[in-house]
């Protein structure tokens, strides 16, 4: 039988007659839609006006009657959940959180004992989500990303939210709650964006981390602060709960003190969740990847980018760092080669417009984004919203370029330059992948050099734009772009004897080759 949806009774019920002639929404003024026009170059006389109006008033009766039907709730699993408080002075050296909490997981599990610390711009529900701003107000959301109800589930204990720079956008020093510093190093930076995930493992104020990697915000971080760091195959990892930056971009990663605990995390995270906004053509499964211990790495193919050495800026010290690592490699029975790919040095600028494109969509919408079919919070579109139209002054400064930026592209140039960065972005993905028919993985430097030290004072905005380079994230976005999995381990110490990260990098879905070199290398330390 057909149903008149524009009768929301039938949705609510005969207990919850409806009271509003109009529904919930409210139609336009003739004002605005004569407004709305102009901003997509319409040309409408008064009669267009009015007959638009009432075509719209019609068009809302469909989504008044989505707006008020009961929406499906997911229960929580976890109910123990203090949402705590910020840190006292004093309380934390290393400004690695933004608030301690305390969320319990299952009384049982392989990580049962193990406490988790939280990067700021995932959902834990119950608990603030600040994404590193001081914009009110603040989600509270009310559902667990996909991430933290598995490993909940698992037995962790989660203890804190760590700090970020400002909506992810950064290398360490843009936090409104003011930069993380570096463990090994306090006059150092930790990297970013994940700069307070990677303070607090690596302080040992947390057992477990986990950060978010859209240029290198997991590995970047992992390598300054001489930590493993995974950015698994995107998709692979339900983003679902995360504050996204670009569906096409986002991973969520684990980040740890050993490869055994890295690879435990990830095979608890990874695997499809009906929730998920990101796109895979299967639905993905978690493997064994602590199975791999001990496979080693005898007649295993590693390819070296030589793109990565010297041309993306790495200095002599890193190199000298690498060159022992590869060496452990081959004394560990890995046949090793140099191979190319000529796209490398182009990722990131290809980055630049891929992120201003992602951000524009994704802000404007408040973090609804498009083209998938995730589950979304209506609540956290809510606040952004209200963030994004009462407060867009406080935003950083890299995301109010990126805005600007957009419509200047969209305006002058009709989106040309973003439709020609995408296309080069998959160049880059078909080189990478077709270098994996003659090699098993490939290997870089992590960073062109170790953590730069922090500025003394609370930097402006814009002395922060100005020192953000993507040269520190050359090696890390080219996989943001294809997509392909990345695991960073230590390798060795290069200037002021910071540590230096080696990247192994596999084929789609090839997490389990990159630890069994992970563990192999990590057993020469």
Same mark, same amino acid.
């Given at each position: 039988?057909?149903?008149?949806? /524009?009768?929301?009774?039938?949705?609510?019920?005969?207990?919850?007659?409806?009271?509003?002639?109009? !529904?919930?929404?409210?139609?336009?003024?003739?004002?605005?839609?004569?407004?709305?026009?102009?901003?997509?170059?319409?040309?409408?006389?008064?009669?267009?006006?009015?007959?638009?109006?009432? &075509?719209?008033?019609?068009?809302?009766?469909?989504?008044?009657?989505?707006?008020?039907?009961?929406?499906?709730?997911?229960?929580?699993?976890?109910?123990?959940?203090?949402?705590?408080?910020?840190?006292?002075?004093?309380?934390?050296?290393?400004?690695?959180?933004?608030?301690?909490?305390?969320?319990?997981?299952?009384?049982?599990?392989?990580?049962?004992?193990?406490?988790?610390?939280?990067?700021?711009?995932?959902?834990?529900?119950?608990?603030?989500?600040?994404?590193?701003?001081?914009?009110?107000?603040?989600?509270?959301?009310?559902?667990?990303?996909?991430?933290?109800?598995?490993?909940?589930?698992?037995?962790?204990?989660?203890?804190?939210?760590?700090?970020?720079?400002? %909506?992810?956008?950064?290398?360490?020093?843009?936090?409104?709650?003011? =930069?993380?510093?570096?463990? *090994?190093?306090?006059?150092?930076?930790?990297?970013?964006? &994940? &700069?307070?995930?990677?303070?607090?493992?690596?302080?040992? *104020?947390?057992?477990?981390?986990?950060?978010?990697?859209? !240029?290198?915000?997991?590995?970047?971080?992992?390598?300054?602060?001489?930590?493993?760091?995974?950015?698994?195959?995107?998709?692979?990892?339900? /983003?679902?709960? %995360? &504050?996204?930056?670009?569906?096409?971009?986002?991973?969520?990663?684990?980040?740890?003190?050993?490869?055994?605990?890295?690879?435990?995390?990830?095979?608890?995270?990874?695997?499809?969740?009906?929730?998920?906004?990101?796109?895979? +053509?299967?639905?993905?499964? =978690?493997?064994?990847?602590?199975?791999?211990?001990?496979?080693?790495?005898?007649?295993? +193919?590693?390819?070296?980018?030589?793109?990565?050495?010297?041309?993306? !800026?790495?200095?002599?010290?890193?190199?000298?760092?690498?060159?022992? !690592?590869?060496?452990?490699?081959?004394?560990?029975?890995?046949?090793?080669?140099?191979?190319?790919?000529?796209?490398?040095?182009?990722?990131?600028?290809?980055?630049?417009?891929?992120?201003?494109?992602?951000?524009?969509?994704?802000?404007?919408?408040?973090?609804?984004?498009?083209?998938?079919?995730?589950?979304?919070?209506?609540?956290?579109?809510?606040?952004?919203?209200?963030?994004?139209? *009462?407060?867009?002054?406080?935003?950083?400064?890299?995301?109010?370029?990126?805005?600007?930026?957009?419509?200047?592209?969209?305006?002058?140039? $009709?989106?040309?330059?973003?439709?020609?960065? $995408?296309?080069?972005? *998959?160049?880059?993905?078909?080189?990478?992948?077709?270098?994996?028919?003659?090699?098993?993985?490939?290997?870089?430097?992590?960073?062109?050099?170790?953590?730069?030290?922090?500025? /003394?004072?609370? /930097?402006?905005?814009?002395? %922060?734009?100005? +020192?953000?380079?993507?040269?520190?994230?050359?090696?890390?976005?080219?996989?943001?772009?294809?997509?392909?999995?990345?695991?960073?381990?230590?390798?060795?110490?290069?200037?002021?004897?910071?540590?230096?990260?080696?990247?192994?990098?596999?084929?789609?879905?090839?997490?389990?080759?990159?630890?069994?070199?992970?563990?192999?290398?990590?057993?020469?330390?």
């Amino acid at each position: 039988m057909a149903v008149d949806l /524009s009768d929301i009774s039938i949705l609510r019920g005969p207990a919850m007659p409806v009271i509003r002639s109009l !529904g919930h929404l409210r139609p336009p003024t003739p004002e605005q839609v004569a407004g709305y026009a102009r901003l997509h170059h319409l040309h409408f006389s008064d009669g267009d006006t009015e007959h638009m109006l009432e &075509s719209i008033i019609g068009s809302l009766e469909p989504i008044n009657a989505c707006e008020e039907a009961d929406e499906p709730a997911i229960p929580l699993k976890h109910l123990y959940r203090d949402p705590g408080r910020a840190p006292r002075e004093g309380e934390d050296p290393y400004n690695a959180f933004i608030r301690y909490c305390e969320v319990r997981g299952a009384d049982s599990g392989p990580l049962h004992g193990k406490t988790l610390g939280v990067k700021d711009c995932i959902a834990v529900a119950g608990v603030p989500t600040t994404n590193a701003g001081r914009r009110t107000p603040a989600a509270v959301p009310t559902e667990d990303a996909v991430v933290i109800e598995r490993l909940l589930d698992a037995g962790v204990t989660i203890t804190g939210k760590t700090n970020l720079d400002d %909506m992810a956008l950064g290398l360490g020093e843009g936090s409104a709650f003011g =930069a993380a510093r570096n463990p *090994l190093n306090p006059t150092r930076s930790t990297g970013g964006s &994940s &700069s307070g995930s990677g303070a607090a493992v690596a302080a040992g *104020l947390v057992d477990l981390a986990l950060g978010a990697d859209e !240029g290198g915000s997991v590995r970047i971080p992992s390598a300054w602060c001489g930590l493993v760091g995974m950015k698994a195959t995107h998709g692979l990892v339900p /983003s679902y709960g %995360m &504050s996204y930056v670009d569906h096409t971009l986002d991973h969520i990663g684990p980040m740890t003190k050993t490869v055994a605990d890295n690879a435990l995390m990830l095979e608890i995270m990874a695997g499809s969740d009906w929730r998920d906004p990101q796109w895979v +053509r299967a639905a993905p499964t =978690a493997g064994s990847y602590s199975a791999t211990s001990g496979h080693g790495v005898r007649g295993l +193919r590693v390819g070296i980018i030589a793109e990565a050495l010297e041309p993306a !800026g790495a200095t002599p010290d890193v190199l000298a760092a690498f060159e022992t !690592g590869v060496k452990q490699l081959g004394a560990l029975g890995a046949a090793v080669s140099e191979v190319s790919v000529p796209s490398w040095g182009m990722s990131p600028a290809m980055l630049s417009v891929v992120l201003a494109a992602g951000l524009y969509a994704m802000t404007t919408s408040y973090g609804l984004g498009s083209g998938h079919l995730g589950r979304v919070d209506p609540a956290v579109v809510a606040v952004n919203g209200a963030q994004m139209q *009462l407060q867009a002054d406080e935003l950083p400064w890299m995301l109010k370029t990126h805005l600007l930026l957009m419509e200047h592209l969209r305006d002058a140039y $009709q989106l040309v330059p973003v439709a020609k960065a $995408q296309n080069l972005r *998959l160049e880059l993905r078909r080189q990478i992948s077709t270098l994996f028919e003659e090699v098993d993985i490939l290997v870089t430097p992590t960073t062109p050099q170790v953590a730069f030290e922090l500025h /003394s004072k609370r /930097s402006t905005q814009v002395e %922060m734009d100005r +020192r953000i380079r993507l040269s520190e994230a050359a090696n890390t976005c080219p996989l943001d772009l294809s997509g392909h999995p990345a695991l960073t381990v230590p390798c060795g110490t290069g200037a002021a004897d910071m540590p230096v990260g080696l990247q192994l990098i596999g084929p789609h879905f090839g997490e389990e080759r990159l630890y069994a070199a992970g563990f192999a290398l990590e057993a020469t330390r």
